[in-house]
């Protein structure tokens, strides 16, 4: 099993990534030994820094890649997307 997964994760929530939904994604990464790298239109920051998620300006509509490298990478994406999915438990 590779210890790397990437995917496009597409925001869908009604305010896009703002503090609330920026929050949980860093506490839902922080579950994880995996390093997490979130990329939008070139700039890359770590998805466990909530001040590096707020400057990315992830808008409702944006796609953001996902990239996430360590042992336990396929569990974190799965997470993640969980919250992607649910459109961070907002609506």
Known sequence: MSDKVERKL???NKYGLH???????VKTANHYQSDIIVCKDGIE???K???GLLTIEG???STLTITIEGHDCNDAMAAITELFENKFYEE
């Open 45 to 47: 920051v770590s998805g």
């Open 10 to 12: 597409k925001l869908t």
């Open 59 to 61: 808008y409702t509509g």
């Open 49 to 51: 820094s909530i001040m």
């Open 19 to 25: 503090a609330r939904p920026a929050a949980l994604f």
